[in-house]
């Protein structure tokens, strides 16, 4: 009987866990621009920068992921860290919605989405995109600085 009551102690703890995270829909609209689709790193930063997790890598061979030095360093590229959650690189002009569930603790936190950016043959680009993480930053977009256009997200 002791191990039912600790059964239904854990299964309460994970439904209340998951109840406390939200599901955050990101989009990423990217420039026009000439060159070979765009890598992009989509992970989340603490307010001092240092990394917390990875949401989504557009991209999938894994050699290049060395590309997004700062996601790259915090990551440590473990495979764990990306696992799941890799796609096709982004084309010129296109746009990429992802969703992800992110703890509600983390929302209003001083936490930020960060996009990295590389284009084969073109520079790399630590941030390209910023945006805090708030209830008031939802809907809002954001302008990135060299392939991202916009980045923006909802709950």
């Known amino acids: 009987m002791s191990w039912f009551c600790g059964l239904a102690l854990l299964l309460g ?9 939200r599901e955050v829909t990101i989009t990423t609209q990217l420039n026009n621009y000439r060159g070979q689709g765009a890598y992009l790193a989509i992970y989340l930063i603490d307010a001092s920068g240092g990394y917390v997790r990875t949401l989504w890598i557009a991209g999938e061979t894994t050699k290049y992921y060395k590309h997004f030095t700062d996601w790259a360093r915090g990551s440590k590229q473990k495979r764990s860290e990306y696992d799941g959650m890799t796609g096709a690189s982004v084309e010129s002009s296109d746009k990429l919605t992802i969703t992800a569930d992110i703890d509600d603790t983390l929302i209003d936190a001083g936490y930020v989405i960060r ?4 284009v084969e043959e073109q520079r790399e680009n630590r941030a390209d995109a910023t945006i805090p993480l708030t209830t008031e930053g939802v809907g809002k977009a954001v302008g990135g600085r060299v392939y991202v256009r916009s980045l923006s997200y909802s709950f």
């Open 13 to 21: 703890l994970l439904l209340s866990a998951s109840a406390q995270a």
């Open 115 to 118: 996009v990295d950016s590389v």
